[in-house]
């Protein structure tokens, strides 16, 4: 126990650490609301991102919070993300090299009542960070002009989650959502002359409001220990306040020289439209007697969301609609072969998670769809437990994943993104609320 506690706490560490990194290098983080992250725990990530029907006794989400009802432990979820990426285009078809570091999740968990559960915690939302610069060859006796384009910032979310399973088989739930966050961005105009003032444009968008999704699972028994779940969510178009500042000025010195006259500044208040989102799963499980989570799954879900409806102060519509498609396989080969069931080998206790995922694209640039498609992999690997009292019931689970994606195309001159993204995160169960008839 005093392991896992340290195994926690070093994560925890190094969530606030990852804090001050960079959460993205991707040039489309500029468009709408950012970079989305899809991803809700280690389990999802290495089976394509699929969250909608993964009804699940020990790993949880809250992107589908009817599944919540599966848990009859308390559970602890934490994350982390590295990402590498290479970008190119065809004026640089090898390809430049950069990484991200970010955080993923913390989320609880905790069963009030058989098939009534809560969970709370925080997420992020989408990122943003960018650097791009141009530069614009001029005949004399006009100079060089390098333009500068820089991003940052993200949106997060803080959320409380209720799953409920009221009759057999069919459970429903509810996640409120706190979205926050904000969005600069710094454009620079630097002219190649001795005496010449640059000038640069600085624009902040900060968003905050509540939004909420609602999901459904039906369970259908198929046969002793096998089912059919059948998944659904859906979330509202709902109004965001969103306020915004917009200065340009020039200055001296470079990219980061003094301001020396101010043209233009504006303030104000506005609404951002929290696109509207629906989807839907269905996942083949199947059980062992010698076991809580299923020792086969197979799934796949299609989501989609109105990206035209989100319109940015300053920047307007920069999104269009998006549909995402997810499949994945897991397996535990002790509990699902019957000549294993006795092996002490560890390996045979661990649980393999691969799948894929296409998205047709939330942005659109010169005609083109910046689509993204992806294999995932990824380990459930247990930790050993010694010492459990009568009743007690716990389980251990560090989850590493890794997907290797493509976003993007050279085609037209456009940035093509290549990337493999790591994960490495653990889940905690325990039971709560021991009642103990000796002592």
Known sequence: MHKVAALVGLLVINAISV???????????????????????????ALGGMTIGQYNPLFFNIDNPATLSALDLTTFDFGL??????????QNPSGLRNYSTNFSHLKFAIPVYKGQTISFGYMPYSFIGYDIRTLEENQDPLPKVLYRFTGSGGFNQAFLAVGSRPLKGLSFG??????FGDKERLNYVIPDLTNALNTRQKSTVRIDGFVYNAGLTYQLKLAERKELVIAGIFSPSIQLGAEYTDVQYSHSGGDFGNPVDTFSQSMAEAKVTYPLQWGGAITYQQYSTNHVIPVLTAGAEMRYIKGSELVMPIEGSTWQNNMRFAAGVSLLPRFFFPNL????NYFNRLEYRLGAFYETGIINIQNQNISQLGMTFGLALPLRIRGLAPGEVKYNHINIGIVAGRRGTTTGNLIQEDYLRFHFGVTLNDKWFIKYKYR
């Open 19 to 45: 804090l001050g990194q960079k959460n993205s290098v991707s040039a489309y983080s500029q468009y709408g609301l950012g970079d989305l992250q899809w991803v809700t725990n280690g389990r999802s990530f």
């Open 81 to 90: 993300n590295t990402s590498i990426y290479k970008i190119s285009n065809q």
């Open 174 to 179: 509810l996640t409120f959502k706190y979205l």
């Open 341 to 344: 069931e006795r092996s002490t």
